[in-house]
């Protein structure tokens, strides 16, 4: 399908704009068209998990992981199996014989769609819907729906769309198709297919470019704000999704944020104060980490990773529980690489202890770690997470300075120094000054030192 550089002019046969928006809606719910009840009905999938590992424990993990993100985003499943890939097609990736075979499992089953678990190129997906006659949805499509379904700002919703437009932008063949059938059965029509795939190309790319204006605008607001929050130190949690991040803020700061057992429950980044009185320590929950993450996901999660790169201390969380532990926190590394964090100080938290029969030794986790501080524990033991609220708070607060002071009243730039930037562990007042006991970053101290000698 060729798209014409010009605009065309307006035809009458193509959807108006309502229908421009059912389509990407039928696209995202893939709902049951057979069904004549019109109502919305739940994607019946068949999962495969396509593997490029003969290790059974992995193939399950990995099979284990992708099931769980079809029912994140709604999807009903009706089978799955591991498919070993011995040798890449280029055109279907598993071949066209396999696809068939696979397909007739899925439709024996009552499945109307067939999960790939693999990133296909558009003309691979088309190749494999045509050869096998089921719809087709990969990896990149199904993390991309449960992201839509979880988002709940208007900038997180903004960044998804904008993800997921980029996504079915060279898929856009299929959707013409669907839309000339949309349209009134005119698909048969000479040029038709191509003006309704040109048309959407043409209002996708207005789409696109509205939604980036309104995110730089909220990219813009968001800086402001962090930089406004720059004399708080902040503790931003980080990991692989489903680790416990969640879990373990609310435990530390007495929180009922929402973490269940699904990936990506969390996308917003929500911030609270982890010290008692007033907000010197703020501990942020952050989007969990995958393998694989979709690329057009990764420029549009800007502004959480931005909030990583601010933070004076990471707080890696890992589940000890799970199979592939370590393969999660190289992940985690990697992505610390990739937002060039690497030098911002981390603690490691090895999370759901309680589900571990063989932990693993302290000096295999120092090694993995290379030696930052690490805990093990579970965010449902309450003392030990009392005891890790203490360490991090800490450990952020190394790097200060603990200063006893006396200061006149009639000091009042020091004052609002000492008020605005440190945190006071004691305070009296005399007739002519002000007793401190105070807690500060060693250049704030400095500084206090210098104006008091004025
Ligand atoms: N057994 C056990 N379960 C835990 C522990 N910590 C968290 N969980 C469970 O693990 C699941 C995921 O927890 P969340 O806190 O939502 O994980 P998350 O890292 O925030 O996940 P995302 O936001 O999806 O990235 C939930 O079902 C929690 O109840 C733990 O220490 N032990
Ligand atoms: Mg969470």
């Given at each position: 399908m060729k798209f014409h550089s010009k605009p065309v002019a307006e035809h009458t046969e193509v959807p108006t704009d309502d229908k421009w928006e059912e389509i990407v809606a039928y696209w995202n719910q893939?709902?049951?068209?057979?069904?004549?009840?019109?109502t919305k009905h739940k994607n019946t999938c068949y999962v495969l998990s396509v593997s490029y590992t003969r290790d059974v424990n992995v193939q399950q993990a990995q099979l284990s992981e992708i099931t769980s993100l079809v029912k994140a985003q709604g999807g009903h499943i009706v089978g799955e199996e591991v498919y070993y890939l011995a040798r890449h097609d280029s055109q279907t990736l598993i071949g066209k014989g396999t696809a068939q075979n696979i397909a007739a499992r899925a439709h024996e089953l009552g499945a109307n769609m067939l999960v790939v678990d693999a990133e296909l190129s558009p003309s691979q997906m088309r190749n494999l819907e045509d050869a096998s006659g089921i719809a087709i949805c990969d990896r990149e499509g199904i993390i991309l729906n449960v992201f839509l379904r979880h988002a709940k700002t208007r900038s997180a919703k903004i960044q998804i769309e904008i993800a997921q437009l980029q996504y079915l932008r060279p898929r856009i063949r299929g959707i013409g198709m669907d839309m000339d059938q949309q349209a009134g059965g005119i698909s048969g029509s000479r040029g038709a297919g191509e003006t309704a795939s040109e048309l959407l190309a043409r209002k996708l790319d207005g789409r696109l470019a509205e939604l980036k204006k309104a995110q730089k605008k909220i990219e813009r607001v968001g800086s402001k704000h962090r930089k406004q929050r720059h004399n708080s130190k902040r503790i931003t949690l980080l990991g692989y999704?489903?680790?416990?991040k969640t879990s373990l803020m609310n435990a530390l700061v007495g929180e009922q944020l929402s973490s269940r057992?699904?990936?990506?429950?969390?996308l917003d980044t929500t911030s609270r104060s982890?010290?008692?009185?007033?907000?010197?320590v703020i501990i942020s929950d952050t989007v969990g980490f995958i393998r694989r993450l979709p690329k057009s996901l990764l420029p549009s999660f800007e502004s959480t990773l931005a909030e990583i790169c601010d933070a004076s201390l990471l707080v890696v969380v890992i589940?000890?529980?799970?199979?592939e532990w370590c393969e999660h926190l190289r992940i985690v590394h990697q992505m610390i690489d990739k937002l060039h964090a690497q030098k911002i100080p981390r603690f490691y938290v090895f999370n759901k202890?309680?589900?571990?029969q063989n932990m693993p030794s302290f000096e295999m986790l120092n090694t993995l770690t290379y030696d930052h501080k690490c805990v093990t524990l579970s965010s449902k033991d309450d003392e030990a997470v009392t005891q890790l609220k203490d360490k991090l708070l800490q450990a952020v607060r190394s790097e200060e300075q603990t200063l006893e002071i006396s200061v006149p009243h009639t000091a009042s730039h020091v004052m609002s120094l000492i008020y605005g930037k440190t945190r006071i562990l004691h305070s009296e007042a005399t007739e002519q000054h002000m007793q401190f006991s105070i807690q500060a970053p060693v250049h704030i101290v400095a500084k206090i030192k210098q104006e008091l000698r004025k």
């Open positions: 893939r709902e049951d068209t057979t069904k004549q009840s019109g999704t489903n680790a416990g057992n699904m990936p990506f429950e969390t982890l010290s008692r009185h007033g907000g010197d589940d000890l529980s799970d199979y202890t309680d589900r571990v």
